[in-house]
T-cell receptor, first 114, second 111 residues
Framework: EAGVTQFPSHSVIEKGQTVTLRCDPI?????LYWYRRVMGKEIKFLLH????????ESGMPNNRFLAERTGGTYSTLKVQPAELEDSGVYFC????????????FGPGTRLTVT | RKEVEQDPGPFNVPEGATVAFNCTYS??????FFWYRQDCRKEPKLLMS???SGNEDGRFTAQLNRASQYISLLIRDSKLSDSATYLC????????????FGKGTRLSVIA
């Protein structure tokens, strides 16, 4: 079974530019989460989708971040315009509807804003 | 105060040693508890869930003390392959819900 995939693996952009990160969850997983790890800090929750609906977006830092999950399959996270403090590793995770606790993480996208 | 606190380490131990990690959480309403493992520049992976009754998986034993809001992980007979960062994780609610992570404790097992 294919795991969670994320694209790109690395992205280096300049401040003010736009970047779109993509996550493909494990097939059939209704729950999709975005997390971020800023250097030196713990992994922090950004957003939770159940199918195509945003269940919880309390972790989104500001309105420069926009997440979508078209048709309840893959998800995108757009940062526009990017700021220096947006640098970090963005992880996507998915879990089936019946899961309690285990989330399957993708390899992450390392974003560097210069 | 962080919601999940861990000693960042690093813990440098010889092969075969027993090592214990501790974690405290501040939200008394936390529902579920886990240890995740993260290898360098890789994604976190679930190591084991943690229950009040304690649970064991081979060389790994996890314990939860709800009264003290304390979680532990014991690794016996350490292997080189155990070298990683161990993340203490809780959830605020039951069911499918976001994970709340500690910063992690780094373990290096030395030959």
């Amino acid at each position: 079974e294919a795991g969670v995939t994320q694209f790109p693996s690395h992205s280096v952009i300049e401040k003010g530019q736009t970047v779109t990160l993509r996550c493909d969850p494990i097939s059939g997983h209704d729950n999709l989460y975005w997390y971020r790890r800023v250097m030196g800090k713990e992994i922090k929750f950004l957003l939770h989708f159940v199918k195509e609906s945003k269940q919880d977006e309390s972790g989104m830092p500001n309105n420069r971040f926009l997440a979508e999950r078209t048709g309840g399959t893959y998800s995108t996270l757009k940062v526009q315009p990017a700021e220096l403090e947006d640098s970090g590793v963005y992880f996507c995770a998915s879990s089936p509807g019946t899961s309690v606790g285990e989330q399957y993480f993708g390899p992450g996208t390392r974003l560097t804003v210069t | 105060r962080k919601e999940v606190e861990q000693d960042p380490g690093p813990f440098n131990v010889p092969e075969g040693a027993t090592v214990a990690f501790n974690c405290t959480y501040s939200n008394s309403a936390s529902q579920s508890f886990f240890w995740y493992r993260q290898d360098c520049r890789k994604e976190p992976k679930l190591l084991m869930s943690v229950y009040s009754s304690g649970n064991e998986d081979g060389r790994f034993t996890a314990q939860l003390n709800r009264a003290s809001q304390y979680i532990s992980l014991l690794i016996r007979d350490s292997k080189l392959s155990d070298s990683a960062t161990y993340l203490c994780v809780v959830t605020r609610r039951g069911g499918n819900t976001p994970l709340v992570f500690g910063k992690g404790t780094r373990l290096s097992v030395i030959a």
